[in-house]
């Protein structure tokens, strides 16, 4: 079951704007708005950014947003700031022999 | 407070068996499915299975299915994850984590802190 496509790292300065691509198919990424997104320092759990593409969890920071184009969910994480320092993964509802969900292989950002 | 606690992991040999469990506390656990997440040493997010809030639908990704059995027991506020015939690359921290919603798809709100699994001999 291939995982979604992520860029490995990425990096900004900070107070730039950056953002993580996630490309799957229209049997998940492209045929549905279950797209989430997270955040995972070393050590810790992740914690969830951003569901159903678009959306922010209660106390996630407004620097936080998501979008969708076609088969490629983003995630973009303006005013840089050294604690964003971290992995980002997304996933995804995936329509392939019932109800699965797949995760993004990851990217690792660094904040310079 | 919303947490999950997991429990059961620890070193067993190739072939052998494991039951993972994940104690909720602090919302009403039969409206919320249940996954398990997984994190090879060094690697990235692997999700396993899934359960719905009532236990009567699960969920496994291909790599799971036949090896791995997702279970709740909505009386203890439970929800368990049996893994026979373990094999050296299912080495990882195993993450329990709860559905942002009754209607969410993978939006997991809420983690555990992770117990290892150590397979080798």
């Known amino acids: 079951q291939s995982a979604l496509t992520q860029p490995a790292s990425v990096s900004g300065s900070p107070g730039q704007s950056i953002t993580i691509s996630c490309t799957g198919t229209s049997r998940d990424v492209g045929g549905y708005n279950y797209v989430s997104w997270y955040q995972q320092h070393p050590g810790k759990a992740p914690k969830l950014l951003i569901y159903?593409?678009?959306n922010r969890p209660s106390g996630i920071s407004h620097r936080f947003s998501g979008s969708k184009s076609g088969n490629t969910a983003s995630l973009t994480i303006s005013g840089l700031q050294a604690e964003d320092e971290a992995d980002y993964y997304c996933?995804?509802?995936?329509?392939?022999?019932?109800?699965?969900?797949?995760f993004g292989g990851g990217t690792k950002l660094t904040v310079l | 407070e919303v947490q999950l606690l997991e429990s059961g992991g620890g070193s067993v040999q190739p072939g052998g068996s494991l039951r993972l469990s994940c104690a909720a506390s602090g919302f009403t656990f039969t409206n919320y499915a249940i996954n398990w997440v997984r994190q090879a040493p060094g690697k990235g997010l692997e999700w396993v299975s899934g359960i719905n809030g009532g236990g009567g639908r699960t969920f496994y990704p291909d790599s799971a299915k036949g090896r791995f059995t997702i279970s709740r027991d909505n009386s203890r506020n439970t929800v368990y994850l049996q893994v026979n015939s373990l094999r050296v690359e299912d080495t990882a921290v195993y993450f329990c984590?709860?559905?942002?919603?009754?209607?969410?798809?993978?939006?997991?709100?809420?983690w555990g802190q992770g117990t290892m699994v150590t397979v080798s001999s």
């Open positions: 984590a709860k559905e942002y919603s009754s209607s969410s798809r993978g939006s997991f709100d809420i």
């Open positions: 159903e593409v678009s």
């Open positions: 996933n995804s509802y995936r329509s392939i022999n019932g109800d699965t969900l797949v």
